[in-house]
């Protein structure tokens, strides 16, 4: 039986296609292989998510892009600063009107949209693993359709890299332990 197959195009940030470069070629595949199995992986993985009823817990793993304010700030050894951190960044945080970029306003919706399910998230946790990456980990207790809701809204920002949701039935965790 002769599957049809269909062609489409995708844009990636240059860095994004290097590392995916290295990665297929490490694995000696071609492009369409490692994109399909990619694709395969996320649906399943969505697939078994989807059939988690009732209450679980978890947590929701964000790899976020940042970009910083352009207005210039020499950082200094002497001032704390390491010679490997960016010579451009703002120090002046009094509150004014400023423009924000993509990754900047996305930090913004990321905490309201977090503030608007404060009943299933049960603590956060933010943390610069580069200066222009972070980690945001989200704990998560309560109905399964509220945090899949969340993990939806969240991964419709545009500086999400990758976004993870890990839970177990509620239901199990207690009679394991009982």
Do not use: W
Not at 24 to 45: E, G, P
Not at 135 to 148: L, N, P, Q, T
Not at 163 to 170: C, M, N, T, Y
Request: proline share 2%.
């Amino acid at each position: 039986m002769n599957e049809e197959y269909k062609r489409f195009t995708i844009s990636l940030p240059k860095s994004l296609y290097n590392e995916f470069e290295k990665f297929r070629k490490r694995l000696d595949i071609s492009r369409s292989d490692a994109v399909r199995k990619a694709m395969y992986k996320y649906l399943s993985i969505e697939e078994n998510i989807n059939k988690t009823p009732g209450d679980v817990v978890g947590c929701i793993t964000m790899i976020m892009s940042h970009e910083h304010f352009e207005e210039t700030h020499e950082h200094t050894p002497e001032k704390g600063h390491d010679s490997k951190t960016p010579k451009k960044h703002n120090h002046d945080f009094s509150s004014r009107a400023i423009y924000a970029n993509v990754h900047q306003t996305d930090l913004i919706l990321s905490n309201d949209i977090q503030h608007h399910f404060n009943d299933v998230i049960i603590s956060t946790m933010h943390v610069h693993i580069k200066f222009e990456k972070c980690i945001e980990i989200i704990a998560v207790s309560g109905s399964y359709d509220r945090i899949k809701q969340l993990k939806e809204d969240l991964e419709r920002l545009k500086s999400v890299l990758s976004i993870g949701l890990f839970i177990i039935d509620k239901e199990i965790d207690s009679e394991e332990n009982s």
